[in-house]
């Protein structure tokens, strides 16, 4: 188990595309660590760079105590998990796992054990003398990490490892993997687009836009308070609504009506300053009577989520979304009116989000 850093890190291929931006970053021992954002945004790329697949344009990279940017990836002492696997198809599910140990030379007896006791821990011990083509996508997911932990790593570096299960099975191995991971204590490193994975897997994740890190928080701060707009705009199963609005007479005016907010959400800003309102779906509350200093707007589409309804209200040409449980759900054509959480509420200037002193401990 290894801490890992980087220290301005960069990766720039042919013709100037820049897919990492002088990066840094710092994982420590037994984290669980997620790399988070769209395709193209350089997640893939830095943890090639961490596995010594692809080598930094400048910068470094520690893991432990040594410096490996120049090392190859056979001496990093790191196990990746890809998002095919990479099984040979030609061996058994023993030789995938001892793999690494016949390459490291270590004797046909004792890796053979090896790999049936790791097969063991995994469920696979009956599986064995299967080839991959003769395993399920779960059961080609478990051998895969059965190779890796067969070398006992410092790090383990995942690239999107459960993208080609099913719904059912990749909830079932993203518990498998948070256990197992808690279990070994090793430092992972796990890059996903998708965000659900992300939020309820990972210790810490960064959210990475065009090779830069745009935010590094817990799942509860990303999630809660994401700190500039790009973030905000891609945390969600269902995206915070991010509203055009104003400070007039100490109040905010957005979508052409008055919102009243608690006096600490716009505290500092002056008269005739524009932003960006941050209102989460999750974080607001519909009502079907009049409700003084709410948002008035008319129910324009209804989406079934199993126990909770997405609600979208069109107000005053501008689309706001709630989300409301089963029971509530308005009729189409309804007016309604949507009240904020007060310390839910979020502030943007300029693309980042405005800290308040008021309303930080309760948030």
């Known amino acids: 188990m290894a801490a890992i850093t980087t220290t301005g890190l960069g990766k720039v291929y042919p013709g100037g595309v820049r897919a990492l931006d002088a990066l840094d970053l710092s994982i420590t021992d037994g984290e669980f660590f997620a790399l988070l954002g769209p395709s193209g945004c350089g997640k893939t790329t830095l943890l090639r760079t961490l596995a010594g697949l692809e080598s930094p344009t400048s910068g ?37 796992i001892a793999y690494p140990l016949r390459v490291n030379g270590v004797p046909k007896s004792s890796r053979h054990d090896k790999a049936a006791q790791i097969a063991a821990e995994l469920g696979l011990a009956e599986l064995l003398a299967r080839r991959p083509g003769q395993l399920s996508g779960g059961q080609q997911q478990r051998a895969a990490l059965a190779r890796a932990m067969a070398c006992h790593p410092k790090a383990f570096l995942f690239d999107e490892p459960l993208s080609n299960l099913d719904a059912r099975m990749r909830l079932e191995a993203r518990s498998f993997l948070k256990r197992l991971q808690r279990q070994l204590g090793v430092t992972t490193v796990f890059v996903t687009h998708d965000q659900s994975e992300a939020l309820a897997m990972a210790d810490r994740i960064a959210v990475m836009e065009s090779g830069h890190i745009r935010q590094i928080g817990t799942p509860v701060e990303v999630f809660r308070r994401p700190s500039n707009i790009f973030v905000a705009s891609f945390i969600g199963s269902t995206p915070m609504n991010l509203l055009e609005a ?25 008269n005739g300053v524009s932003f960006v309102l941050g209102l989460r779906p999750e974080y607001l509350t519909l009502h079907t009577a009049s409700v003084p200093g709410a948002l008035c707007g008319v129910v324009a589409v209804v989406e079934n989520l199993g126990s909770q309804q997405l609600v979208s209200l069109e107000v005053s040409g501008t689309t706001v979304r709630c989300v409301v449980t089963e029971d509530a759900e308005p009729a189409l054509g309804a007016e309604c009116w949507l009240v904020p959480r007060a310390e839910r509420v979020l502030v943007y200037l300029d693309g980042e989000l405005v800290e308040d002193a008021v309303l930080s401990d309760a948030r």
């Not at 105590?65 to 998990?81: E, H, I, K, N, Y």
């Not at 608690?262 to 500092?268: D, E, T």
């Open 246 to 270: 104003m400070v007039v007479d100490g109040q905010v005016e957005t979508c052409g009506q008055r919102l009243v907010v608690p006096n600490g959400v716009i505290a500092g800003l002056a």
């Open 60 to 96: 470094s990279i520690t893991i432990g105590t040594s410096d490996v940017t120049r090392l190859p990836p056979g001496r990093r002492d790191v196990a990746m998990v890809f998002q095919d696997y990479a099984l040979f198809p030609h061996m058994t599910t023993a030789d995938n």
